[in-house]
């Protein structure tokens, strides 16, 4: 997958016949997907001592995350999704807003920090406002085939999710602006101070490069290892014990010795991906954001003409500039061009 921070280094993007693997689980969950609509019963016989908040990856619904949910609450935590018939199609300025308000709320509720749990490109949205809010929102981020090493951009040319990519790019200007400014890749940032940062990674992940999703050796941090692909993430069992066992602890204490079990290792990812290329720890290390200046008002809704006026600028902006281009390979452009007439029956310019 490109690294857009430094061109010669790449991680490729994940071979065909595990691509294949992922059409198929797409097939599988959308056979489900009324299932999955339907199963909104959280038991409330378990007290529940801890707090979450759930977001899908690009393209799915929030109800995706509806039996991470219950087996969550089935192990004291109380965890919501951002709404079941919600997409994720890309942090907009509508969205971004949405989850915040979401989780100063579930703060509320809890009398205390979250902790965020987010598959693909949610897990990279928990990333983020970790690092943009204020202390005390957000405790803990585990994501869930989160591909934390690339940087926006670098999506587009590395991952198998080309068309969502360019439906992304055409969405561009209704993005949260500071989050795309400030989306850098997780290897290149300051450790974050008191945020435990947790990465479970499906070793058959055919969308992202699974080495991608790592998090780099800092304090806080953890990588778990998952023998499956990128969307039975949501679905697989060892996923759901790992996660519940992490929002309860944390991910500083040992696993128990039949979780670990359950594993696999980061070499397990090479008998399907022995191409894949880890790139070097950087030398400095920068801030997410300017700490001179804070990112406060990721909460304020945005304006519905500056918006509109902005979505339709962007349209139009390639067309005035086709429009206006030079013609001929000269300087002449279409405004200074001027019909022609006829002088002695020879064909010249209007002067």
């Known amino acids: 997958m490109v690294a857009i921070f430094n061109p010669g280094l790449e991680f490729p993007k994940p071979p065909k016949d595990l691509l294949l693997r992922e059409i198929k689980s797409i097939g599988c969950a959308i056979t489900k997907a009324p299932q999955f609509f339907n199963d909104k019963s959280q038991p409330v016989a378990v007290p529940q001592t801890e707090y979450a908040y759930l977001a899908p990856g690009t393209g799915g619904p929030g109800f995706t995350l509806n039996p991470l949910r219950n087996y969550l609450a089935k192990n004291s935590i109380n965890a919501i999704t951002w709404g079941d018939l919600r997409v994720n199609v890309g942090p907009t300025i509508w969205s971004i807003p949405r ?7 579930r703060v509320k509720i809890a009398n205390g920090p ?6 693909s490109l949610g897990g990279l949205y928990g990333l983020f406002l970790a690092r943009s809010m204020k202390p005390g929102n957000i405790k803990h981020v585990i994501s ?13 040319t590395s991952t198998n999710v080309g068309p969502a990519i360019k439906f992304m790019q055409f969405m561009k200007p209704v993005y949260q602006e500071r989050l795309i400014n400030h989306w850098r890749p997780e290897r290149e940032l300051i450790p974050l101070d008191g945020i435990q940062r947790t990465s479970i990674i499906a070793i058959r992940d055919g969308i992202v490069n699974s080495l991608a999703c790592e998090l780099p050796d800092q304090p806080g941090c953890k990588n778990y290892y998952v023998d499956c692909n990128h ?22 204490v040992d696993l128990p010795l039949e979780l670990q079990a359950k594993l696999s290792n980061r070499e397990d990812i090479f008998k399907y991906k022995d191409e894949l290329v880890k790139l070097p720890e950087p030398v400095e290390l920068i801030p997410l954001i300017d700490p001179q200046n804070p990112v406060d008002d990721l909460h304020n809704e945005p ?13 139009t902006r390639p067309i005035v500039d086709f429009a206006t281009r030079p013609i001929f390979g000269n300087n002449r452009s279409v405004e200074n061009a001027r019909p022609q007439s006829r002088q002695g029956g020879v064909d010249t310019m209007e002067r």
Do not use: C, K, W
């Open 99 to 105: 989850e915040v308000r979401a989780i100063r709320e």
């Open 231 to 252: 969307l039975e993430l949501i679905t697989n069992e060892t996923v759901a014990e790992l996660v519940a066992y992490l929002t309860l602890h944390g991910n500083q």
């Open 114 to 119: 979250i902790t965020y749990i987010g598959h």
């Open 303 to 315: 304006n519905g003409v500056e918006i509109a006026g902005r979505f339709i600028g962007s349209i």
């Open 144 to 156: 869930l085939g989160s591909p934390g090493e690339l940087g926006v951009d670098g999506a587009g």
